[in-house]
């Protein structure tokens, strides 16, 4: 069964239109994050909610922006997809105690 | 700031060789470690942990021991499969900044 979804699995889009990814969670955990993969690199955290607060990393492009309005929830908004930003997007969940982190199958966002 | 460096690879081994693959971490006060693996096209798996030193994760003939004084956390099997071959990434978990970091991956190929 799974735990973390990400929809859709692939996703094409045009050069500097805004595309959404989704993901959501039946874990009912408190962190969820969003890492972005670049082939046969290690993933790159972009941002992570806790609760409700949320964490930017400082490197991450203001074209970047998410939002979470439930526990179960989380989006990854690109406002203006560069050919820079095609790479594979996983989403992770996290209870903050045990602290494993738990991936959905990530979205493979193509720029065309 | 916090850091993980696996060993570069392919590693490439025939069907029922051992393996290793080492990872060390440079971290403040206490981490957990993570080894994830990655199969082509899909999100990573959790595939052991560990939360202090000289614990012992293991999953599926995967073992590794986390090592404070080496600051190591090296993934051992004693007889690799085929469907072993995959990306594993070993990362560290410092709960006071509540974000996974990964090192760099090593690809993993088994042949028969």
């Known amino acids: 069964d799974a735990m973390v979804i990400q929809n859709p699995r692939y996703q094409v889009t045009q050069f500097g239109k805004p595309v959404t990814l989704s993901c959501s969670q039946t874990l009912n955990h408190n962190v969820m994050y969003w890492y972005q993969q670049k082939s046969s690199q290690a993933p790159k955290l972009l941002f992570h909610y806790y609760d409700k607060d949320f964490n930017n990393e400082a490197d991450t492009p203001d074209n970047f922006q998410s939002r979470r309005p439930n526990t179960s929830f989380c989006f990854l908004d690109i406002r203006s997809p560069g050919l820079g930003d095609a790479a594979m997007y996983l989403c992770?969940?996290?209870?903050?105690?045990?602290?494993?982190?738990?991936f959905g199958q990530g979205t493979r966002l193509t720029v065309v | 700031g916090d850091s993980v460096t696996q060993m570069e690879g392919p590693v490439t081994l025939s069907e029922e060789a051992f393996l290793t693959i080492n990872c060390t971490y440079t971290a403040t006060g206490y981490p957990s470690l993570f080894w994830y693996v990655q199969y082509p096209g899909e999100g990573l798996q959790l595939l052991l942990k560990a939360t202090k030193a000289d614990d012992k994760g293991s999953n599926k003939g995967f073992e590794a021991t986390y090592r404070k004084e080496t600051t190591s956390f090296h993934l051992e099997k004693g007889s690799v499969q085929v469907s072993d071959s995959a990306v594993y990434f070993c990362?560290?978990?410092?709960?006071?900044?509540?974000?996974?970091?990964f090192g760099t991956g090593t690809r993993l190929l088994v042949s028969p």
């Open positions: 990362a560290l978990l410092n709960t006071g900044f509540q974000k996974l970091v």
């Open positions: 992770a969940t996290s209870r903050e105690t045990s602290g494993a982190a738990f």
